[in-house]
């Protein structure tokens, strides 16, 4: 299996926005060189999910992973992410398509930004 991991955040109208995405998306592509990975976005921003998972797909991505990089599950993750979803497995129904929590529901991620902040206000 071939695994195409996307990195869905939710996008804005300033370009500088998606700068820690993209950090992302390059960081994750060192560590793990054999996934094929890409970012996507809700609006404002391209690659869609439909088009980055598209694009995994004519890659070679044999599995796709959707990372929602959203503090919590909002209206967004329960009701566009889904119908997204669908509309992918509809397009490619040999490809099955995961997702994964939210950041925001991640335990690690969550003590890592907490150790994080208290670096930033240690107490005396």
Same mark, same amino acid.
């Given at each position: 299996?071939?695994?195409?991991?996307?990195?869905?955040?939710?996008?804005?109208?300033?370009?500088?926005?998606?700068?820690?995405?993209?950090?992302?998306?390059?960081?994750?592509?060192?560590?793990?060189?054999?996934?094929?990975?890409?970012?996507?976005?809700?609006?404002?921003?391209?690659?869609? &999910?439909?088009?980055?998972?598209?694009?995994?797909?004519?890659?070679? /991505?044999?599995?796709?992973?959707? *990372? %929602? #990089?959203? @503090? +919590?599950?909002?209206?967004? &993750?329960?009701?566009?992410?889904?119908?997204?979803?669908?509309?992918? /497995?509809?397009?490619?129904?040999? *490809? %099955? #398509?995961? @997702? +994964?929590?939210?950041?925001?529901?991640?335990?690690?991620?969550?003590?890592?930004?907490?150790?994080?902040?208290?670096?930033?206000?240690?107490?005396?």
């Amino acid at each position: 299996m071939k695994t195409g991991i996307i990195l869905f955040a939710h996008g804005a109208r300033d370009p500088n926005w998606a700068r820690p995405v993209e950090r992302l998306k390059r960081m994750l592509t060192e560590r793990m060189p054999t996934a094929l990975v890409d970012a996507a976005f809700l609006e404002h921003m391209s690659p869609t &999910l439909e088009q980055a998972a598209d694009g995994l797909v004519a890659q070679g /991505a044999t599995e796709l992973s959707v *990372v %929602p #990089v959203f @503090i +919590a599950q909002g209206g967004h &993750l329960r009701e566009d992410l889904p119908r997204r979803i669908k509309a992918i /497995a509809s397009a490619h129904p040999a *490809v %099955p #398509v995961r @997702i +994964a929590p939210p950041i925001g529901d991640v335990d690690s991620i969550l003590a890592s930004i907490t150790t994080w902040i208290e670096e930033l206000h240690p107490e005396k």
